[in-house]
């Protein structure tokens, strides 16, 4: 029987993880409370300020989706407004008429794929930016050979990336993607499904309703 392969470390009943890649927490200081407003798109950038005791949670955040804004809640944070779209370009827009006349600081990766900080300044916004996370191929995965028929659920476009750097693609293999930014990483010649949320859950699940379809 061929497998659901997730290219993350989530846990979900009937799916095998394969990470192919790993998410580093940089260095860094900041005083977040000399800010009127903090923006996330992903619950990499909580754990980073975590990581650095940073104190931040008074500061009112601002949050791509419902999944990274239920980590902030676990932290204790000061919940300001919560995305619908999940995807960084329209994020900044739904951002534009909470943001204006604030001083806000975006903790973000090393690598982004989004122009949100572009599309804020554009509509007089004073955004800074921290780079607060990286995001690193692995070298070695416990797993070297994919079954035929096998699901891959690509959860970002680092996933896209490293997964091409261990395996090429088998015709017989299918393809989910948790969003259009991911969706546009892949190789042209790829078929995807796109799941209707950018959450891993409803990856899973709509591999899991085609497997069993």
């Known amino acids: ?3 659901i392969y997730l290219l993350n470390n989530q846990k979900f009943n009937g799916v095998e993880n394969l990470e192919v890649f790993c998410i580093e927490s940089l260095k860094y200081s900041v005083d977040c409370n000399s800010f009127d407003a903090l923006v996330f798109t992903s619950k990499n950038a909580i754990f980073s300020l975590e990581e650095n005791g940073i104190n931040w949670k008074k500061t009112p955040s601002y949050l791509i989706a419902p999944k990274t804004a239920d980590v902030a809640k676990e ?6 407004f919560v995305g619908n ?3 960084g370009n329209d ?3 739904e951002l534009i008429p909470h943001l204006k006349n604030k001083k806000v600081l975006y903790i973000k990766a090393k690598k982004t794929v989004s122009n949100l900080p572009e599309i804020l300044r554009e ?3 004073d955004i800074k930016e921290i780079v607060a996370y990286q995001t690193s191929c692995k ?8 079954e035929k028929n096998s699901t891959i659920i690509f959860t970002s476009p680092s996933s896209v990336e490293c997964f091409f750097k261990h395996f090429s693609w088998d015709e017989s293999f299918k393809a989910v993607v948790i969003g259009r930014t991911t969706a546009k990483f892949l190789p ?5 499904k796109i799941s209707e949320t ?3 859950e409803d990856c899973v699940k709509l591999a899991l309703e085609d497997f069993n379809s």
């Open 1 to 3: 029987m061929a497998k």
């Open 139 to 146: 070298k070695e995965l416990s797993i070297k050979n994919l």
């Open 123 to 125: 509509n007089g916004i």
């Open 198 to 200: 950018t959450s891993a």
């Open 75 to 80: 932290y204790g944070a000061n919940i300001a």
């Open 85 to 87: 779209s999940g995807h």
């Open 188 to 192: 042209s010649h790829i078929k995807y």
């Open 91 to 93: 994020f900044a827009n």
